[in-house]
């Protein structure tokens, strides 16, 4: 009974903070006036942070200490000491046993890539395919980035459409979705050879380090889906893979270290340009990063983070237009002081009514917590210092970027947020498996029983049952392709990225949103730019020409923090014709920009109701 102590106490904090979830709130701004969820619930937005915390660390901690406490047979905190538990052995690495089955996971996955149904892509959600489209129209017109445009996204994730154009002089929303699907291809080749850093660093022999690996890498690459970009790793994602994996290889192997620190640091800045969020938290990791070394006095290491960072920020100012840098900084501000308000959904307490989804992200991370102590501290497993960097690393990150679930707490945010912690819960379900079948005497005897050639057949059957589930979209429920078509695919390849490449307009838009652009196009020939009061964000890209202001998505201009510099850029480029009003709800609301409506009142005026598109024209 004793050894159960520790989890009936963790337990109980866990099920005490949810009883409590409701009652955890910090005091509302009410000088907030950026009307969404929050606004209407008086809700303020770290308070889903705060709850998350209360409910998992008192948790983990009470599980931690008394662990520590009963079992004596541990590892500890003590840096100096050799029972550190960073400290220790570091498996030997048997790369061959592996590296074969490294190549066969990437000539499968360029099989896969082959075979999707690119045509499957030729589609548009007007709403946010537009965030693609606009940013890179605004550039192309003025020439300008952070002054012509709010970036929303980042730099680069909303101007995918310009690196086709760059080389191609042309782009659509059919290259913009290849350079997202071709961003997928890369994550699975990060998570293929992220999958053989863990496994090379286990202590299994090489029958059941190569099960594992075949195993838990068929079972990653079929985390990130090409039919659907959000599923566990989004394409903004590849960036923040590619960190951790600097990460834990500079910290585990000093080979190479200070070139990896140096690297690392210049992340600083590179993923702010990247995706906003994505910089966001990948600073905070770096921040933790440079504690990790503070405490553990690596001071050279320490020295080469920080002269990337200085690097890539002194480099930045040096080349970059001192406008452009104003901007890029109005932009930061603008998303750090917004975004919750803007969009914030509360998150469900857990275990209430249709909770399910969020409550099982909650409880997928206490697991994993909870196994990360046991594998940390316990001798019993015999884990080198490698693996344990590479899995808190991976765990923590995955932590980090569950704040973005924390503050939208929608099923698309939390399911693009999970790959990380899903990832380590994986990883460990079969480690602890793999260890039991290891130990375990009867599995012994039989095992050595077999001979090499036997084990490898096994290895290789198991290899094709799976590859097998991988093609057949069992490990992939979004693909929906079936095998004899991914064949067809795969032979009419060049023909079918053609068709997704070469995507025109009319293919795209269809229906009430063809004529409404027809309209637009027609009443707004006599104008240079394009400006509506409405979530329509795609008719700069579709009527060619840029959005008058660099507020190009209407729920960007708010009262009392960009209102007032809308209403001066606008007045400098006011066109004849504007769209006023829309059917189309989503984030856009007019009271977020009541002096910018009063503004454009006393300048337009009622011209025409077309389906429920309402147009105004200027009073000359």
Same mark, same amino acid.
């Given at each position: ?8 106490? &963790? ?49 983990? %901690? ?14 500890? $905190? ?13 498996? =030997? ?23 999707? #149904? ?93 099960? $594992? ?7 990653? %690459? ?14 903004? &994602? ?64 320490? %020295? ?9 920020? &002194? ?85 980090? %970027? ?33 260890? $039991?079948?290891? =130990? /375990? ?30 093609? &057949? ?5 979004? #693909? ?53 009061? /409405?979530?329509?964000? $795609? ?42 009003? /829309? ?38």
């Amino acid at each position: 009974m004793r050894k159960y102590f520790p989890i009936i106490i &963790s337990v109980l904090f866990f099920l005490i903070s949810i009883m409590f979830w409701d009652k955890i709130k910090l005091p509302y701004d009410e000088n907030n006036l950026i009307i969404g969820e929050y606004f209407n619930k008086k809700f303020n937005p770290q308070n889903d942070t705060i709850r998350f915390i209360i409910l998992i660390v008192p948790a983990v %901690i009470a599980y931690l200490v008394t662990y520590l406490k009963i079992n004596k047979n541990t590892f500890n $905190f003590q840096i100096n000491n050799k029972d550190y538990f960073l400290k220790g052995i570091i498996h =030997e690495n048997k790369k061959s046993s592996i590296q074969n089955y490294t190549i066969f996971f990437l000539v499968l996955i360029l099989f896969e890539f082959l075979m999707i #149904d690119f045509q499957s892509f030729i589609v548009i959600d007007t709403f946010h395919d537009s965030v693609y489209l606009t940013p890179a129209t605004n550039y192309l017109a003025n020439k300008e980035f952070f002054k012509s445009t709010l970036y929303d996204y980042g730099f680069v994730g909303n101007n995918l459409g310009l690196l086709i154009n760059y080389f191609f002089d042309f782009y659509n929303l059919g290259t913009i979705n290849l350079i997202k699907i071709i961003f997928i291809f890369l994550i699975k080749v990060s998570l293929i050879f992220l999958s053989k850093k863990l496994i090379e660093s286990t202590n299994f022999d090489d029958f059941f380090k190569k099960t $594992f690996f075949i195993i838990f890498t068929f079972l990653i %690459i079929g985390l990130p889906s090409y039919y659907d970009l959000a599923s566990y790793f989004s394409p903004r &994602s590849l960036l923040y893979l590619i960190a951790i994996f600097l990460i834990c290889s500079a910290i585990s192997n000093k080979k190479f270290s200070n070139i990896k620190f140096f690297l690392i640091g210049s992340l600083s800045l590179i993923s702010l340009l990247w995706w906003f969020d994505i910089g966001f938290f990948l600073n905070f990791l770096l921040l933790l990063l440079l504690l990790y070394l503070i405490i553990h006095s690596q001071i050279k290491s320490l %020295i080469y983070l920080l002269l990337g960072v200085s690097f890539i920020w &002194s480099t930045f100012f040096i080349l970059t237009p001192l406008d452009e840098i104003r901007a890029f900084f109005y932009n930061l501000k603008f998303i750090i002081i917004t975004t919750d308000y803007l969009i914030g959904i509360e998150y469900l307490k857990p275990f209430s009514q249709n909770s399910g989804r969020w409550t099982k992200a909650l409880i997928i991370i206490y697991i994993c917590s909870i196994l990360l102590i046991h594998l940390n501290f316990s001798k019993k497993y015999n884990i080198g210092a490698n693996l344990k960097i590479f899995l808190n690393v991976i765990f923590i990150s995955g932590i980090i %970027i569950f704040k973005s679930a924390l503050t939208r707490s929608d099923a698309y945010h939390l399911k693009y947020t999970s790959g990380l912690y899903s990832l380590v819960f994986i990883f460990l379900a079969l480690y602890l498996f793999f260890f $039991f079948l290891k =130990e /375990s005497p009867k599995v012994k005897r039989i095992v050595r029983k077999y001979d090499h050639n036997l084990k490898n057949k096994i290895n290789y059957m198991i290899a094709l049952f799976f590859t097998i589930l991988f093609f &057949s979209g069992i490990l992939n429920v979004k #693909d929906k392709v079936s095998i004899s078509n991914k064949f067809i695919n795969l032979n009419n390849f060049n023909q079918n990225i053609t068709k997704l490449v070469t995507a025109k307009t009319k293919d795209l838009v269809k229906g009430d949103n063809l004529l409404i652009l027809q309209k637009y196009k027609s009443l707004s020939s006599k104008d240079n730019c394009i400006q509506y009061f /409405s979530d329509d964000n $795609f008719f700069p890209y579709f009527l060619s020409k840029p959005s008058c202001t660099k507020f190009y998505l209407s729920n960007q201009i708010l009262t009392n923090i960009s209102e007032k510099k809308f209403i001066s850029d606008f007045q400098k480029t006011m066109p004849d014709i504007i769209l006023y009003e /829309s059917p189309t709800k989503l984030l856009f609301n007019n009271d977020n920009l009541q002096n910018a409506m009063k503004f454009v009142r006393n300048n337009y005026k009622f011209y025409e109701n077309y389906k429920g598109f309402i147009f105004y024209k200027k009073i000359n």
